[in-house]
């Protein structure tokens, strides 16, 4: 998973706190993108973005905010945690027309 | 919109026998078409990719995968499998336009090996 860097790697939060998960890379592509994994879900992507300065929602975008002011930092907020958002997060980077590069991942949970 | 169909939930294989996986997918044009393994507690490592071409792709750790277009299907093949085998595997597809670079996953087929 060389190029894609998060933290924390493990995280508990109480219900109502705010967190922010980081995303690093160093392979300068230009799409970034979080998704959560949950059993026998898959992954789902929650926010994804083409560029700096440019985002947009995915599938489950709810409870989580983005912004990209960097090519390479792409962080991802938890406003305000809840037990749903318990979950397994990975960042992932794409240049175009190439496959998706993905962090080790970002167990959550959330009490 | 895009989708992804693994049908089998869990497969269980023993060593040294030939497995496939099965991913059906759903998308207007040409789609670009990856599996991925991902072992506990890990990340997702890309086997292979198919973008265009020959159909028939091949990857790492001795896999294989056949895009049907015909099918919409996109399985994952290997001879013989190895105890290192055991892990989730993930078919996803890509949209191929620049500014739309979303990868869609199907559920994952978790594999395990017995002796």
């Known amino acids: 998973n060389a190029g894609v860097t998060q933290t924390p790697k493990f995280q508990v939060l109480k219900t109502g706190q705010s967190m922010t998960l980081q995303c690093a890379q160093d392979?300068?592509?230009?799409?970034m993108s979080w998704y959560r994994q949950d059993p026998g879900m898959g992954l789902r992507l929650i926010h994804y973005?083409?560029?700096?300065?440019?985002?947009d929602q995915g599938e489950v975008p709810n409870g989580y905010n983005v912004s990209r002011s960097t090519t390479e930092d792409f962080p991802l907020r938890l406003l305000s945690a809840a037990p749903s958002q318990t979950s397994v997060y990975f960042c992932a980077i794409k240049g175009v027309g190439t496959e998706a590069f993905f962090g080790q991942g970002t167990r959550l949970t959330v009490v | 919109a895009q989708s992804v169909t693994q049908p089998d939930i869990h497969i269980t294989v023993s060593e040294g026998a030939s497995l496939e996986l099965r991913c059906n997918y759903s998308?207007?044009?040409?789609?670009?078409l990856f599996w991925y393994v991902q072992s506990p507690g890990q990340g997702l490592q890309l086997l292979l990719k198919?973008?265009?071409?020959?159909?028939l792709v091949q990857g790492i750790k001795g896999f294989e995968a056949e895009f049907k277009r015909s099918q919409s299907s996109f399985n994952l093949r290997k001879p013989s499998v190895h105890w290192s085998d055991a892990a989730e595997y993930f078919c996803?597809?890509?949209?191929?336009?620049?500014?739309?670079?979303?990868?869609?996953f199907g559920t994952g087929t978790r594999l395990t090996i017995i002796p």
């Open positions: 998308y207007g044009a040409t789609p670009y």
């Open positions: 996803a597809v890509g949209e191929s336009n620049f500014g739309n670079e979303k990868l869609t």
């Open positions: 392979m300068n592509h230009e799409y």
């Open positions: 973005s083409v560029g700096a300065g440019i985002t």
């Open positions: 198919y973008f265009s071409g020959d159909t």
